[in-house]
């Protein structure tokens, strides 16, 4: 881990208290080491570490690219070259966009440790209740953030969850204090990287956080991270109840989108009655040549409609996002006074639902996954009641499975939903590739700093071919 955390010492107060970029200049890097001093600078880390995990090297666009580009949803162009090798599975250790996710999640899963570091140092020094409340807000979001973002690596880095896979490798776990220069490390196991996920969301729960918005981790969003990471532990039940407590919420039990709402949520930066956990994004805070609105722009990546198209059901409103003229989403057209500027729904309630129809599925409680199914599955206006779902549980997961796709296209969830549920899908020119067992290799970069060698030996052979 020398790489990243020389590097870190080295940049993370420029990084985190002023939310620049990572390409920093040298010459502007402040000590990272230096204990965080007042309120504000836990507040400023927070921000700065919310902003990079919302930057284009993780989920502002390389982590939501990777899961269509690398599915089935989405195509790259050979002009521009832009995520090509991604597209073609003819990455290696070398190819930029990996290294760059592996390298942003650790710089954010540092920034937070750090950050709670320095909300526990300054916390017992605080008079005020209000000062005290902001770093309560504060922990339960780093740990949160934290969770989210070793689960976003895991699905990128490591195996998908499975009994099989639990044994193998996952993460290098960055517990209470960051890995000193210099220091060698090892990958924990992928079950003991699940383990370490859910402990924080756990620590996350046991600080009132009063926030509400969507745009930071908040009590409810919390849980719907939880629903993610069960679902794809296979713990239905559990991935159900957490799913419930957000369905069930004040803030979420009563909203109906219909087909306006819905389709003008993509073209704004304000909160909307979907989103969950959603990265917001400004005229002044945009990704610019990095947005996915470039990606699929004026880097001419595509929606693959010959395979998408057929799911969609004449009237199905969802079909209206994406252009069938130029095989463009419209997801990220960006906003009417700023095209480079589209908010990043990372959970919206669509998917909770989802979550909550696969499990209750898995479960084979048919009722109450044709009842959550509903609540997306009506936006094709021949479905208005349960008894237009299918009634068994197989046939129930199927239509889960291409609903997803109506739902969640280009929104980076393809290809983790196929490794997740061992399916099978035409990958690179493979028909029926099976990527249960694919795993992205580790940056050479990384390898060779000498301080963690422990590489995905077989990610090569596990490509389709």
């Not at 090297?57 to 050979?78: E, H, L, P, Q, W």
């Not at 070793?150 to 499975?162: D, E, I």
């Not at 196991?189 to 402990?199: A, Q």
Request: with cysteine.
């Amino acid at each position: 881990m020398k790489k990243i955390f020389v590097s870190f010492l080295g940049v993370v107060a420029a990084l985190l208290l002023t939310g620049c970029n990572m390409d920093l200049p040298l010459t502007h890097n402040t000590d990272g080491d230096k204990p965080m001093e007042n309120v504000q600078d836990v507040v400023s880390a927070l921000n700065g570490a919310m902003q990079q995990f919302g930057g284009y090297r993780f989920m502002g666009r390389n982590y939501v690219a990777t899961g269509d580009f690398c599915g089935d949803i989405s195509k790259a162009n050979a002009g521009t070259g832009h995520f090509l090798h991604m597209n073609g599975w003819t990455f290696d250790e070398n190819t930029g966009d990996l290294e760059e996710m592996w390298t942003a999640g650790y710089v954010i899963i540092s920034a937070c440790t750090r950050g709670i570091e320095g909300a526990n140092h300054i916390m017992p020094t605080l008079t005020t209740d209000a000062d005290k409340q902001t770093l309560t807000n504060c922990l339960q979001q780093f740990y949160g953030l934290k969770a989210a973002t070793y689960f976003y690596l895991s699905n990128l880095f490591c195996k998908a969850y499975s009994a099989e896979h639990a044994p193998g490798f996952g993460l290098i776990l960055v517990k209470d204090e960051l890995v000193k220069p210099e220091v060698k490390v090892e990958r924990a196991s992928l079950e003991d990287t699940y383990k370490y996920i859910l402990e924080l969301i756990a620590k996350a729960y046991t600080y009132d956080n009063k926030e509400v918005s969507p745009f930071f981790i908040n009590p409810i969003n919390l849980k719907a991270i939880e629903a993610k990471v069960l679902l794809y532990m296979r713990d239905y039940a559990g991935a159900a109840a957490a799913a419930d407590v957000v369905l069930t919420s004040k803030t979420y039990k009563d909203v109906k989108v219909g087909e306006s709402d819905y389709l003008s949520m993509w073209n704004t930066v304000a909160a909307v009655p979907e989103d969950v956990f959603t990265i917001v994004k400004s005229d002044n805070d945009n990704l610019s040549a990095n947005a996915l609105n470039t990606l699929y722009g004026s880097y001419k990546g595509i929606v693959d409609l010959t395979f998408v198209q057929p799911f969609f059901k004449e009237g199905d409103y969802r079909a209206k996002l994406f252009d069938a003229k130029s095989s463009r989403t419209l997801k990220y057209e960006g906003t009417p006074t700023a095209k480079a500027v589209s908010n990043i729904h990372v959970i919206r309630l669509s998917e909770v639902y989802l979550i909550k129809a696969e499990a209750a599925a898995q479960l084979g409680n048919v009722a109450d996954a044709q009842a959550a199914l509903l609540y997306t599955a009506k936006r094709n206006p021949a479905i208005t009641a349960v008894a237009d779902l299918p009634s068994t549980k197989e046939d129930l997961l199927k239509f889960i499975a291409e609903e997803r796709i109506r739902e969640l296209f280009t929104e980076g969830n393809r290809y983790f939903d196929l490794r997740r549920t061992e399916a099978t899908a035409t990958i690179a020119g493979k028909a029926n590739f099976k990527p249960y067992n694919a795993v992205f290799p580790i940056p050479a970069s990384e390898i060779n700093a000498g301080f963690m060698t422990q590489q995905n030996d077989d990610w090569a052979s596990n490509l389709p071919k």
